[in-house]
């Protein structure tokens, strides 16, 4: 049963305009979240975290929102660029245990 | 800065066929992980290791082992390779600091099982 959901697998965004990327999660336990971005044929690379004690972390064009009564976050992209285009998936892990949970993905295409 | 190597980018195997995939992290990080990567199924937790000879299954064991025997190297093993373990393998280590971790990964295996 997925605890992490990405429910859109793809999503095209002009250059310079916002990307939003969404995910949900079903364990009220989760209390840590991460964003990481994976470009073809090369491993995850870690993006940004927010602990369930925030709403909202941001470094730089990165920002990322979590709402905890709707077990949902969000990354921010703004401004995007073609950089950008690249597999994101979202990440949550709680206490005990440090396994974490990953969505399935979100394929961001940014149109120059 | 933080590096995850695994032995092969690309393999290709036949049936039945035992195969050992490598990882190796550099920064003396007690948690090891792997997890292969499928299409709509996004990174799914196949083992990990908290410590030295120590590990614990995670969501999809099945069809595979796992060898911790010095910290910094974790390696997974197929017993006897099928065609659906023919997928992209992912080793990641980790660190707790804070009272949080970040999972760092490395680049990947291939697998094709013919």
């Known amino acids: 049963d997925q605890q992490v959901k990405q429910n859109s697998p793809s999503l095209s965004v002009q250059e310079g305009r916002i990307s939003i990327l969404n995910c949900d999660y079903t364990?009220?336990?989760?209390?840590?979240f991460l964003w990481y971005k994976k470009y073809p044929a090369e491993g995850p690379t870690f993006l940004i975290s927010?602990?369930?004690?925030?709403d909202k972390n941001e470094d730089g064009r990165f920002t990322v929102f979590l709402n905890k009564s709707a077990k949902h976050l969000s990354l921010h992209i703004v401004p995007s660029q073609p950089g950008d285009s690249a597999v994101y998936f979202c990440?949550?892990?709680?206490?005990?245990?440090?396994?974490?949970?990953f969505g399935t993905g979100t394929s961001l295409t940014v149109i120059p | 800065d933080v590096k995850v190597t695994q032995s092969s980018r690309y393999l290709v195997k036949r049936t039945g066929e035992k195969v050992f995939l490598e990882c190796v992290q550099d920064?003396?990080?007690?948690?090891m992980f792997w997890y292969r990567q499928d299409p709509g199924l996004g990174l799914r937790l196949i083992y990990f290791?908290?410590?030295?000879?120590?590990?614990e299954k995670g969501d999809i064991p099945e069809g595979y082992s796992v060898s911790r025997e010095k910290k910094e190297r974790f390696s997974l093993i197929l017993e006897s390779a099928s065609t659906n373990q023919t997928s992209m393998y992912l080793c990641?280590?980790?660190?707790?600091?804070?009272?949080?971790?970040?999972?760092?990964f490395g680049p990947g295996t291939r697998l094709l099982v013919l």
């Open positions: 990641a280590s980790s660190d707790r600091e804070l009272g949080q971790e970040t999972q760092y």
């Open positions: 364990n009220s336990m989760f209390d840590y």
């Open positions: 927010i602990s369930s004690i925030k």
């Open positions: 990440a949550a892990s709680g206490n005990p245990g440090n396994q974490f949970y």
């Open positions: 920064m003396d990080h007690e948690n």
């Open positions: 290791s908290y410590d030295v000879k120590m590990k």
